[in-house]
């Protein structure tokens, strides 16, 4: 599995913890598009690197990492293709690849520890989508778009 990764300045640190619980997946491929300092850049720009590889399929997933979560995850989800969830637990995070098949992950780094970080990344690497009566409400989902 191809995941690419990415944070502005708020969230520096909780991305490089990020990166070494990826790392105990076995054949998982982590490309990191930045930031890789604590200079401020702007977060719809790093949600728009990420998202651009998966929706060209240069990765299967994303997580995407501000000092909230929030901001990057709107700039996400306004990225044709994405279903970003901000998730800061792991039944959230569960529940978002279960029921909403969520191709991009959001975390806050100002708000989520490293701890639960971690959790969170481990339930949305191994949760897979359900399907069945949820594939139907992600289509509407998807349709969205095209409105």
Known sequence: MKITIGSDHGAVELKEEVKKVLAEFEGVEVK????????????????EKVC????SGAADRG?????TGLGISIAANKIHG??????????????????????????G???T????AGEIVRTWMTTDFA???HARRVDKIMALENK
């Open 32 to 47: 990191d598009v930045g930031t890789f300092g604590t200079a401020s850049v702007d977060y719809p720009d790093i949600a």
């Open 52 to 55: 651009a590889d998966v929706v």
């Open 63 to 67: 997580i995407v990492l501000c000092g």
């Open 82 to 107: 994405i279903r970003c969830a901000l998730c800061n637990d792991v039944y959230s995070a569960r529940m978002s690849r279960e029921h909403n098949n969520a191709n991009v992950l959001a975390m």
């Open 109 to 111: 780094g100002r708000v």
């Open 113 to 116: 520890g490293f701890g639960p």
């Open 131 to 133: 399907g069945g009566r």
